[in-house]
């Protein structure tokens, strides 16, 4: 098998274990990663349960439809991390439960979204953006990406879910679950008062397992 053939395998495995553990329901959520020659990307309405290898939507490097089914709806949003942050080999849009909650909460900081409660999301994760919400499907989604200049590998879209970048798709997968479990123990620990990782924890960790 070739190298996209074997992505796309990939992609279905993954896909499958987030949508059996909940991670994605019904026909929720979006998953993109990069090839040689393009992009492929979940068809729009597919659940990330039951994908097609042979349907996966293949797009070329200006975006233009290659093969497969109708692309996501989501694809601007997808794009445009592509285009500001040169590392991203795949991201992730889930509608995943804690994380949701936690974008649909009005009091919190826009700019370092998920405190660093734990290492790992520190490691896999990093600071985490909300971004303002526009409808899914709609096109500013991506302006509102490329304003931020690649500086931030996961955001939150407002009262709608997370989106997470890695450098291939495990890592972006295995980041996409780090952030829910996190907002799971956020929306746990909320009225607690809370020990986060200092200053210091964090450099070391950036140190020490390099920050993405
Ligand atoms: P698509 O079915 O078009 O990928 O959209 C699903 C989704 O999660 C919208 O935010």
New binding site residues.
Partial sequence: MNMEGALREQMVQLSKSLFDRGFSVG????ISAAVEDGLLI?????CLGFLDPARITKLDGNGNHVSGDK????IFLHRAFYETRPQTGAVV???STFATALSCLSDTDADDFIPPLTPYVVMRVGPVKLVPYVR??DERAGDLIRELEGRYAAVL?AN??PVVTGRDLASAVYAAEELEETAKLLVLLRNSPKRMLTAENVDELRAVFGAY
């Fill in positions: 026909s929720a959520g979006n979940t068809p729009t309405n597919s692309p996501s709806k989501e849009h889930l509608h899914p499907g879209l709608h879910g």
